[in-house]
């Protein structure tokens, strides 16, 4: 079964980029049908979908945050990576990496990393 680890800064201060990394164990990040998302939940709020990279190295973006968000990935490290610039307070959220499939939709989460962002 695949597990995501998230890592990063958990104090972000304002107008800098915020960069998590998810490694994953237990399966190759180009395996076939798999898409790696970034999911985040600001406190008190709901889930919201950040983008995604594709095992063919495609990526997706939420059309409200693509203007600041970048997901790469390191095929030797198998892991991928989430940047978000110019980040405010309204960024501070829990973010988690997520898998999903084209056969069993969404799989497994990580344990999520809290992010603040502040001065």
């Known amino acids: 079964q695949v597990q995501l680890q998230e890592s990063g800064p958990g104090l972000v201060k304002p107008s800098q980029t915020l960069s998590l990394t998810c490694a994953v164990s237990?399966?190759?990040?180009?395996?076939?049908?798999?898409?790696w998302n970034w999911i985040r939940q600001p406190p008190g709020k709901g889930l919201e979908w950040m983008g995604a990279?594709?095992?063919?190295?495609?990526?997706y973006y939420n059309p409200s945050l693509k203007s600041r968000t970048s997901i790469s990935r390191d095929t030797t490290k198998n892991q991928f990576t989430l940047q978000l610039s110019s980040v405010t307070p309204e960024d501070t959220a829990a973010y988690y990496c997520?898998?999903?499939?084209?056969?069993?939709?969404?799989?497994?989460w990580g344990q999520g990393t809290q992010v603040t962002v502040s001065s």
């Open positions: 237990g399966g190759s990040i180009t395996t076939n049908t798999y898409y």
């Open positions: 990279i594709a095992y063919t190295g495609s990526t």
């Open positions: 997520v898998t999903y499939t084209t056969k069993t939709a969404w799989g497994s």
